[in-house]
């Protein structure tokens, strides 16, 4: 993270504006001025180049979750995005590429929530054996900005992505409830 340089943060900005503009105004007005992170800053990024500038982007946050009554240190995935002409060629599955820097990470799970509409393409990260879904969840999370007239935190009911790292996925634990401890 401290490696970009504010042109690159403005490159990505606006790729995670376009990116996240489909999802609705208020995803994509998170990304203006520069900005390229929603909630939390990355730790590490993968940052995926063309002629045409950013084709696709990755963050990945360390952090404790707690699965049920147990805590889980995670890779947390987030800000995943690829550029609308390059969706459907499979570069999702260059998160292969990803796990010598998970596994240099030190954590056994790579962990990240996508919203139901994505399931598709999760399944198919799951085929190739990058993970798997963990079904009927919901994930509590504190808001990344306070409101005076908003609670400090929000249940989502969004997929659960989990892919093993430094463990084998039978030793993700097993509960409905995912306490994230911080910003989404």
């Not at 690829?82 to 820097?101: F, H, K, Q, T, W």
Request: charged fraction near 25%; glycine fraction near 12%.
């Amino acid at each position: 993270e401290n490696e970009l340089q504010r042109h690159e943060h403005v490159e990505l900005s606006d790729f995670l504006h376009k990116t996240y503009g489909g999802t609705g105004t208020f995803s994509a007005m998170r990304f203006e001025g520069g900005r390229s992170w929603f909630g939390a800053r990355p730790e590490l990024r993968a940052i995926g180049r063309d002629t045409h500038g950013v084709a696709a982007h990755l963050g990945l946050l360390r952090r404790f979750i707690k699965v049920g009554a147990i805590d889980v240190l995670v890779a947390e995935l987030g800000l995943y995005g690829v550029r609308r002409d390059l969706e459907g060629l499979g570069i999702s599955s260059s998160l292969r590429s990803l796990y010598p820097a998970l596994q240099q990470m030190g954590v056994p799970f790579a962990f990240g929530t996508v919203r139901h509409e994505m399931r598709n393409h999760i399944q198919r990260l799951c085929k190739v054996g990058l993970g798997k879904i963990v079904p009927d969840v919901r994930i509590r999370s504190t808001l990344a900005d306070m409101h005076p007239d908003l609670p400090p935190t929000r249940l989502e009911d969004d997929l659960v992505f989990v892919s093993p790292i430094g463990r084998s996925i039978d030793e993700w634990p097993s509960g409905t409830f995912i306490e994230r401890n911080g910003p989404e």
